[in-house]
């Protein structure tokens, strides 16, 4: 069966701090990762998609890290801001069709205090 | 950002009525997609359309309908709202044309908030 596992489910840290989020897969045959940005009552903004040959991929803060061998991926998070609060979502896309199946995770809810 | 638009943000509403959420992008993408997202889960696909006159049920079984008669326009169609269709309604679009296995950008509406008492 898909799936996209996120951990931790919520996680608080405080700002200016750095913080790693975790997402592990078992979407087959894989295309590629992305994570997502998604605040309170928004829709969600893309930061990072990657492919099966990446293994890491920088959005200013953010930097994403992929092992397709062991289908993990992280999202490392630096220098936090109270703007960083929000909920970060895994989405893993399959080969095979023109829409490319799109699993997501459940979200990890980052909450970064002064 | 991307030009995709949602109104209402938010609906609050009686059982029974019918209910039409809008959604327009002003970025020429033939895809739209619609996702329902409850507090705490993941999104799951309930339409989407691959260009005009196409549309197509998702993974997650609705029984809201969807029609594409322009290619900026998806409105998402509640013939009779009942509380357990309270849930939050995502639009999203994205470009075609450009071979696999290039990722297509997948481009999210704010969401509607849908509440059916």
């Known amino acids: 069966k898909n799936q996209v596992e996120q951990s931790p489910q919520s996680l608080i840290i405080l700002e200016g701090k750095n913080c790693t989020l975790q997402c592990n897969y078992t979407v087959s045959p894989f295309s590629n990762l992305r994570w997502y940005k998604q605040d309170t009552g928004r829709g969600p903004v893309s930061l990072t998609i990657?492919?099966?040959?990446?293994n890491t991929k920088s959005n200013g803060r953010y930097t994403a890290t992929l092992d397709a061998d062991t289908k993990q991926s992280s999202l490392h998070i630096t220098a936090s801001q109270l703007s960083d609060s929000a909920s970060y979502i895994c989405?893993?896309?399959?080969?095979?069709?023109?829409?490319?199946?799109?699993?997501f995770g459940r979200g990890t809810q980052l909450t970064v205090w002064p | 950002e991307a030009d995709i638009y949602q109104t209402p943000r938010y609906l609050v509403i009686g059982t029974g009525k019918k209910i039409t959420l809008e959604c327009s992008q002003t970025m020429g993408h033939d895809k739209m997609y619609w996702y329902q997202q409850d507090p705490g889960m993941e999104l799951h696909l309930i339409h989407y359309?691959?260009?005009?006159?196409?549309?197509e049920k998702g993974d997650l079984s609705s029984e809201s309908t969807v029609s594409r008669i322009r290619t900026e326009h998806f409105p998402l169609t509640l013939e009779s709202a009942r509380p357990s269709h309270t849930s939050q309604y995502l639009c999203?679009?994205?470009?075609?044309?450009?071979?696999?296995?290039?990722?297509?950008?997948?481009?999210f509406g704010p969401g509607t908030r849908l509440t059916v008492t």
């Open positions: 990657m492919t099966f040959s990446e």
């Open positions: 999203a679009s994205s470009e075609s044309g450009r071979a696999l296995p290039v990722p297509l950008e997948q481009y």
């Open positions: 359309s691959y260009g005009v006159n196409s549309t």
């Open positions: 989405v893993v896309s399959d080969r095979g069709s023109t829409l490319g199946r799109l699993y």
